[in-house]
């Protein structure tokens, strides 16, 4: 593969959220700042449901304010 196919390869890879249920506490931070990406399940934890529904920008402000750091971004 050439350097040029390999950048148009990372390009077109999309990243979103993921969320380690076994961590989360339930908090609903994330829920309130990308509602749009995280729904809490019925066991009171957090699901990236659409994991690319809000920008990037938004889902990293979510990671950082997540108290037990259960977000990540992961390829889809
Ligand atoms: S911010 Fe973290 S701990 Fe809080 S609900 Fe979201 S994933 Fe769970």
Known sequence: MTDEQDK??????????FVDEEICIGCTLC???CPNVFTMTDEG????????????DKIQQAIDSCPVSC???KKI
């Open 8 to 17: 148009n390869k990372v390009a077109s890879e999309k990243i979103g959220a």
């Open 31 to 33: 829920t309130q700042i």
């Open 71 to 73: 977000i990540k971004f």
């Open 45 to 56: 934890k957090s699901r990236a449901t659409n994991p690319t529904g809000d920008s990037q």
